[in-house]
């Protein structure tokens, strides 16, 4: 009985806090199903194992992707696209997990956005020294939508800037559990992450997994 009442309310770690216009910071909440978030991922990356990609003029990232969903992220020497084949194993990306979208969708409502129905994941990895530089996210079809973000595993210096690359970038730290909902006008805003510092997390050992979840067609 006792179990049930505390299933009940929220994880009392959780807390929210708006950084931005539309962006909103849950801290902690994905917490509560953190197992099934990494059972699931460990799912996905036997099937899409994650692949260091190179960006149109060559370099390689730091950060090792792979994706599920209907549409995964993928850049090459074409550029950056959404693609429904994982172009190295020529097959679909794996079904996004029901958890994950659950999750995504939960989070994006309690930020204000009912209805998200994200078809894309995408699954960065950072070991010590990745990083990502500033950039925007524009290769989505519809920038109403907003990108709902996860963080697992060892907590990373999130760089925050504005509509202009030249803003001076505002810093969080994002940790395990965290989720951040970008919306209005914050969709659109330069940001970036600061080479990762090694650490050893419980669950994830040396390495930070971010989720975005993207409405990409
Ligand atoms: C703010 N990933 O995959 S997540 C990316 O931690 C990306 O792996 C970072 O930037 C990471 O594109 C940051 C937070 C995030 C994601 C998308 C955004 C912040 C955003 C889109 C607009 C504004
Ligand atoms: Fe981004």
């Known amino acids: 009985m006792t179990g ?18 539309g962006a ?40 090792a992707m792979t994706n599920c969903g209907d549409a995964g992220w993928v850049t090459d020497r ?9 172009p190295q194993s020529g097959k679909p990306w794996p079904e996004m ?19 998200f129905l994200p078809d894309a994941c995408l699954i960065n990895r950072y070991q010590p020294g990745a990083r990502m530089s500033l950039h925007q996210d524009r290769d ?3 920038f109403g939508n907003p990108i709902v973000s996860v963080s ?3 907590p990373a210096i ?3 800037g504005g509509p202009e690359r030249s803003d001076r970038p505002r810093r969080f730290r994002l940790e395990h559990g965290d989720i951040v909902v970008w919306g209005g006008p914050s969709r659109l805003f330069f940001h970036g992450v600061a080479p990762l510092a090694d650490g050893e997390h419980n669950l994830l050992g ?3 997994i971010n989720l975005t979840f993207r409405k990409a067609h």
């Open 4 to 21: 049930d009442l505390f299933e009940s309310v929220a994880d009392p770690r959780t807390c929210q806090q708006s950084i931005a216009e």
């Open 24 to 63: 909103v910071l849950l801290r902690a909440f994905a917490r509560s199903v953190e197992q099934d978030l990494i059972a699931a991922l460990h799912d996905i990356i036997t099937h899409t194992p994650f692949r260091h990609m190179s960006t149109r003029s060559g370099h390689q990232m730091s950060v």
């Open 78 to 86: 074409s550029g950056y696209r959404y693609d429904g084949i994982d």
């Open 97 to 115: 997990p029901s958890v994950f979208r659950e999750l995504a969708g939960r989070a994006a409502a309690a930020a204000g956005f009912d209805d």
């Open 140 to 142: 989505e079809r519809d």
């Open 152 to 154: 697992l595993g060892l």
């Open 158 to 160: 999130f760089l925050f």
């Open 206 to 208: 040396h390495q930070r």
